[in-house]
T-cell receptor, first 119, second 112 residues
Framework: DTAVSQTPKYLVTQMGNDKSIKCEQN?????MYWYKQDSKKFLKIMFS???????INETVPNRFSPKSPDKAHLNLHINSLELGDSAVYFC??????????????????FGPGTRLTVL | QKEVEQNSGPLSVPEGAIASLNCTYS??????FFWYRQYSGKSPELIMF????GDKEDGRFTAQLNKASQYVSLLIRDSQPSDSATYLC????????????FGRGTSLIVHP
């Protein structure tokens, strides 16, 4: 059983389009995240949600809008796609959003990634 | 801007050797540090975290932290070809929530 799943795995679209990526976790975790990894493999946190509430928004353009309908799901909607949005987007989850010093709570589990290509 | 620096490599070591991966960070208030392994085309996987100065060992992996020098390292003993991957250092900002800043990663190649 996949712990953190994302759909779609690949997304190819034209500039200016709107697209969504979905994420689901079956680990019973309270916190979910979106990360962006660019072509140079630089991984950057975008958002985190704890129990459906936004915790972190890392100065991401407001074309990106996350939505958490329940704590097991965190979707990412992107409006007016730009060439620079091309990247791999990873969803992740952890038991809690706070660092506690124990592996059970501080381990993040990543989804397989969605490779977005904007033409 | 809080920064995390890693040598991009590739670091090439023979099978059975010790691989040493290094990371420096700029935020002196950082309290928690993580090492992730990422195979090509796959997602990152947490392999170690360390919060206190000194060494932390887990199997063939040892993380070392020196907060005074703002330096964290990962040693892999008895390196295997299956260890060939990119290793990402992540430094959490001061405060209790998980808000990591990642380095660009070091590519490790273990050759038979």
């Amino acid at each position: 059983d996949t712990a953190v799943s994302q759909t779609p795995k690949y997304l190819v679209t034209q500039m200016g389009n709107d697209k969504s990526i979905k994420c689901e976790q079956n680990l019973g975790h309270d916190t979910m995240y979106w990360y962006k990894q660019d072509s140079k493999k630089f991984l950057k946190i975008m958002f985190s949600y704890n129990n459906k509430e936004l915790i972190i928004n890392e100065t991401v353009p407001n074309r990106f809008s996350p939505k958490s309908p329940d704590k097991a799901h965190l979707n990412l909607h992107i409006n007016s796609l730009e060439l620079g949005d091309s990247a791999v987007y990873f969803c992740a989850s952890s038991q809690d959003h706070r660092v506690t010093g124990t592996s059970s709570t501080d381990t993040q589990y990543f989804g397989p990634g969605t490779r977005l290509t904007v033409l | 801007q809080k920064e995390v620096e890693q040598n991009s490599g590739p670091l090439s070591v023979p099978e059975g050797a010790i691989a040493s991966l290094n990371c420096t960070y700029s935020d002196r208030g950082s309290q928690s540090f993580f090492w992730y392994r990422q195979y090509s085309g796959k997602s990152p996987e947490l392999i170690m975290f360390i919060y206190s100065n000194g060494d932390k060992e887990d199997g063939r992996f040892t993380a070392q932290l020196n907060k005074a020098s703002q330096y964290v390292s990962l040693l892999i003993r008895d390196s295997q070809p299956s260890d060939s991957a990119t290793y990402l250092c992540a430094v959490n900002r001061s405060g209790g929530s998980y808000i990591p800043t990642f380095g660009r990663g070091t590519s490790l190649i273990v050759h038979p």
